[in-house]
């Protein structure tokens, strides 16, 4: 049991839809980072955050947005959804901004038709 | 050409017998090394966490990191059925980039009886 829950555990959109995710961080952890897993990849890093202000982001568009907040929890933002943003998209949290080791949470499985 | 290259599989082995598991990588600034498990529809969990060359050993599980060789292991001694799961491996520079962890694409194990 890592302590980090994502919700919701699945999800159905519609190509051109918004979608907000949602993760509930360990408590002391300041670190929080999402990753997309797309079937049969590993998961590739999106942004992390690191006491609400983000601290890193990989190769993803704008539309691609985060939220954290003080209470360690965090928001994963998805503007005009596309047809392959159809994926796993996974939460870790960590104590600290460079070095610690990630600890996930089971994911929100999104589904964009 | 991917960071980090890692065979898909899937790999089949019997009950008992000794699993190797390996991914090589390109990016000479990695330096901490990870092995994670992931099971059908659950997010990534932290098996072993090395930093650098060596060798790190946790009850059945053994990891080895050849930096000379940019190629990491993963040996699991004693194969159960309960170890049937995607096995990932993640690396990462030794500052900046924050928690940016880059995964090889998984590779799939199937233990049987």
């Known amino acids: 049991e890592t302590g980090v829950t994502q919700s919701p555990t699945h999800l159905i959109k519609t190509r051109g839809q918004q979608v907000t995710l949602r993760c509930s961080s360990q408590?002391?952890?300041?670190?929080v980072s999402w990753y997309q897993q797309a079937l049969g990849q590993g998961p590739q890093f999106i942004f992390q955050?690191?006491?609400?202000?983000?601290?890193g982001r990989g190769n993803f568009p704008p539309r691609f947005s985060g939220l954290q907040f003080p209470n360690y929890s965090s928001e994963l933002n998805v503007n005009a959804l596309e047809l392959d943003d159809s994926a796993l998209y996974l939460c870790?949290?960590?104590?600290?901004?460079?070095?610690?080791?990630?600890?996930f949470g089971n994911g929100t499985r999104l589904t964009v038709t | 050409q991917k960071e980090v290259e890692q065979d898909p599989g899937p790999l089949s082995v019997p009950e008992g017998a000794i699993v190797s598991l390996n991914c090589t990588y390109s990016n000479s600034a990695f330096q901490y090394f990870m092995w994670y498990r992931q099971y059908s529809r659950k997010g990534p969990e932290l098996l072993m966490y090395?930093?650098?060359?060596g060798n790190k050993e946790d009850g059945r599980f053994t990891a080895q990191v050849d930096k000379s060789s940019k190629y990491i292991s993963l040996f699991i001694r004693d194969s159960q059925p309960s170890d049937s799961a995607t096995y990932l491996c993640a690396m990462r520079g030794l500052t900046g980039g924050g928690n940016k962890l880059t995964f090889g694409t998984g590779t799939q194990l199937k233990v049987e009886l």
């Open positions: 408590s002391g952890h300041n670190t």
């Open positions: 955050y690191y006491r609400e202000e983000e601290n």
């Open positions: 870790a949290s960590s104590p600290d901004r460079d070095g610690s080791p990630l600890h």
């Open positions: 090395t930093y650098s060359s």
